[in-house]
């Protein structure tokens, strides 16, 4: 999915919400106790329930990748599933790879082709040899870690870098920079947390057009106004990822009517900022 097509998804629905499909088999519903598909099963009727709200998909790839081979089977039939049956939806593997060249550029082959995922999420600590594999693939997307949500981003990410006579600079500051000389506003996004919200007017000082993956709404208390006030730019700009919040909306059988509630009230919510 190329940049135009995004924004007019964002526009037509009203909405810049990402689903986040972070399924974990022990908090399913008790009617999927004894389904053999029980994770595919799951995340399709939490699609069909929300597909119509949100403009994206975000399976984070560990919750599979912790099944063995099952839960890759999963990941692939619902990553065909979004293909074939919501083609106009964005689709990210929440993977965070990145590894040397010739490493990075089978994730890329897997995750971007084979799997024929829209994006993949990437960590940016291994430089541009590591992420450049990514990039280049007509559509495809790499969201590079810039400003995380979890209360472990301050160890790293916020440190002053550079000499002490120069003007003051956070790591994550560079990472933006440095990184917008590998790729562009077309195939690069940034993850950036919303539990970050007061750095992200900083940050749209330094990537004013880019896209930003923004985790952290909802279950982790982030709040979607401050997101939008401050990363908001004229093409939206934002992709604000909810998961438990909607994932696990309810543990009855009506998971999808209430998934489908709570996808409702957010996009509600983003309408009304757009």
Same mark, same amino acid.
């Given at each position: 999915?190329?940049?135009?097509?995004?924004?007019?998804?964002?526009?037509?629905?009203?909405?810049?919400?990402?689903?986040?499909?972070?399924?974990?088999?022990?908090?399913?519903?008790?009617?999927?106790?004894?389904?053999?598909?029980?994770?595919?099963?799951?995340?399709?009727?939490?699609?069909?329930?929300?597909?119509?709200?949100?403009?994206?998909?975000?399976?984070?790839?560990?919750?599979?990748?912790?099944?063995?081979?099952?839960?890759?089977?999963?990941?692939?039939?619902?990553?065909?599933?979004?293909?074939?049956?919501?083609?106009?939806?964005?689709?990210?593997?929440?993977?965070?790879?990145?590894?040397?060249?010739?490493?990075?550029?089978?994730?890329?082959?897997?995750?971007?082709?084979?799997?024929?995922?829209?994006?993949?999420?990437?960590?940016?600590?291994?430089?541009?040899?590591?992420?450049? @594999?990514?990039?280049?693939?007509?559509?495809?997307?790499?969201?590079?870690?810039?400003?995380?949500?979890?209360?472990?981003?301050?160890?790293?990410?916020?440190?002053?870098?550079? @000499?002490?006579?120069?003007?003051?600079?956070?790591?994550?500051?560079?990472?933006?920079?440095?990184?917008?000389?590998?790729?562009?506003?077309?195939?690069?996004?940034?993850?950036?947390?919303?539990?970050?919200?007061?750095?992200?007017?900083?940050?749209?000082?330094?990537? @004013?057009?880019?896209?930003?993956?923004? @985790?952290?709404?909802?279950?982790? $208390?982030?709040?979607?106004?401050?997101?939008?006030?401050? $990363?908001?730019?004229?093409?939206?700009?934002?992709?604000?990822?909810?998961?438990?919040?909607?994932?696990?909306?309810?543990? $009855?059988?009506?998971?999808?009517?209430?998934?489908?509630?709570?996808?409702?009230?957010?996009?509600?919510?983003?309408?009304?900022?757009?």
């Amino acid at each position: 999915m190329n940049r135009n097509e995004l924004i007019t998804q964002i526009r037509r629905k009203g909405s810049f919400l990402c689903v986040g499909l972070d399924t974990d088999p022990q908090k399913l519903p008790a009617l999927f106790a004894k389904d053999e598909d029980a994770v595919f099963n799951f995340n399709k009727a939490i699609i069909d329930a929300t597909h119509d709200l949100c403009v994206a998909y975000k399976p984070n790839t560990a919750f599979y990748e912790s099944l063995g081979v099952s839960g890759w089977i999963a990941l692939e039939k619902t990553i065909d599933y979004l293909n074939t049956k919501y083609p106009d939806h964005f689709t990210i593997a929440d993977a965070k790879r990145g590894d040397i060249g010739n490493t990075s550029a089978m994730y890329a082959k897997a995750f971007l082709d084979k799997m024929n995922f829209d994006s993949v999420t990437v960590a940016p600590y291994m430089g541009e040899d590591s992420v450049t @594999p990514f990039l280049g693939k007509e559509g495809k997307w790499v969201i590079l870690l810039a400003l995380t949500s979890n209360k472990g981003a301050l160890d790293l990410q916020t440190l002053n870098v550079g @000499p002490a006579d120069q003007v003051e600079e956070k790591l994550f500051e560079r990472v933006l920079k440095v990184s917008g000389q590998w790729g562009n506003a077309s195939n690069m996004m940034y993850v950036v947390g919303a539990t970050q919200a007061s750095m992200l007017e900083r940050i749209r000082q330094i990537v @004013p057009d880019h896209f930003l993956l923004v @985790p952290g709404v909802g279950a982790q $208390g982030g709040s979607l106004e401050d997101v939008a006030r401050f $990363g908001m730019n004229k093409d939206c700009g934002l992709l604000v990822n909810a998961s438990r919040s909607i994932l696990y909306a309810s543990s $009855g059988s009506d998971f999808a009517e209430k998934a489908r509630e709570e996808a409702l009230n957010m996009q509600q919510q983003m309408a009304a900022l757009l």
